[in-house]
């Protein structure tokens, strides 16, 4: 499981603060990447509000955490590889509660042997986080592509 790097992501401190949510989204990628299925659940609140309606018109709405991490479990062992890279990341707060953009760069690789197929998918995440005994969370996401 991957583990943020940085200082007590309970802290008030706004340095550690943005440490912490960079991490938060590091984690969310890097978990997706490595098909790491329980760190990538422990990013969100139990119920998340997703909008990738940009990219799938059938991805918006408030869904069940598990039921979202079980959809992506279920979509990308289909690829042999992805890589999503976050860079630009800002990060506003307001109390308990911040939000979260990023740049996206992610890569989706099939290989079939010699042939190979890399999809790139270009666009930016906005997130809406919250403070919660565990750590930030990540309450809410959109994908803009």
């Known amino acids: 499981m991957f583990k943020p790097m940085s200082a007590d992501p309970k802290s008030a401190d706004p340095a550690s603060d943005r440490a912490a ?25 139990d119920e998340i509000e997703l909008d990738y309606s940009s990219w799938r018109p059938e991805d918006v709405g408030r869904w069940n955490a598990d039921e979202w991490v079980a959809r992506a479990a279920g979509l990308f062992p289909g690829f042999t590889y992805t890589r999503h890279a976050l860079t630009d990341i800002t990060v506003t707060l307001d109390g308990n509660r911040a939000t979260v953009g990023a740049t996206l760069s992610a890569d989706h690789a099939i290989v079939d042997g010699d042939d190979m197929v890399v999809f790139t998918l270009h666009g930016h995440y906005d997130d809406r ?17």
Request: hydrophobic share 50%.
């Open 21 to 45: 949510l960079t991490d938060l989204l590091t984690t969310f990628a890097q978990a997706l990447d490595a098909r790491d299925w329980a760190s990538y659940r422990s990013v969100f609140t």
């Open 129 to 145: 986080c919250v403070r919660t005994p565990e750590g930030w969370l990540i309450s809410a996401k959109r994908l803009v592509v």
